[in-house]
């Protein structure tokens, strides 16, 4: 089975939307099938990001997200959709009180544990250190971290909350892309 297809089978399985998965989807697959499980995990069930469901060529989008919400445009690009999730459902969860990790005694300070830098007020660069993290290190890392495995901050989301599932199949998605 190859590393795209463990992916799509461990996030599906994680949150408990499917039974065991054998693909051998291309990565961008992958992401986009994980992009659409996070939708489904917070409420929006299918999204417009389809196989064949092509218009006219028009994007439909600037490479900026507009803003959270949900708008149903869903951009059709792989990379754009994982940071468009990011922006609208991630990055809130790390910024709150309960996640916590960019008060200053944790990831909000220079020299930040495992060097992933966190600041409450710049989404971009919170997304450019994860991304960076998770390239470097894993999503399962990230998610084993947060659910409190070997962390110094202790729990942040437990496995069986919403909230983690969220950023499980987020982070498993940008492993994903391309």
Not at 87 to 95: A, Q, R, S
Request: aromatic share 4%.
């Amino acid at each position: 089975m190859s590393r795209s297809s463990r992916l799509l089978s461990t996030g599906l399985l994680a949150l408990g939307l499917c039974g065991p998965v054998v693909s051998i989807a291309e990565p961008s697959e992958v992401a986009i099938e994980l992009l659409e499980t996070v939708q489904a995990v917070r409420g929006l069930g299918a999204t417009s990001i389809k196989d064949g469901d092509g218009g006219s060529g028009d994007s439909g989008g600037s490479g900026d997200s507009g803003g959270s919400g949900d708008t149903g445009d869903t951009p059709t690009d792989p990379t754009t959709a994982v940071r468009q999730v990011y922006e609208d459902d991630v990055n809130k969860l790390i910024v709150s009180s309960k996640g916590g990790c960019t008060s200053s005694g944790c990831h909000g300070r220079a020299g930040a544990p495992g060097g992933l830098r966190l600041e409450s007020d710049s989404v971009n660069d919170n997304y450019e250190s994860f991304i960076v993290y998770i390239d470097e290190e894993s999503a399962a890392r990230l998610t084993s971290k947060i659910s409190g495995n070997g962390h110094g901050g202790g729990t942040r989301y437990s496995t069986d909350e919403p909230e983690y599932a969220t950023i499980e199949a987020w982070a498993e998605s940008v492993e994903a892309l391309p």
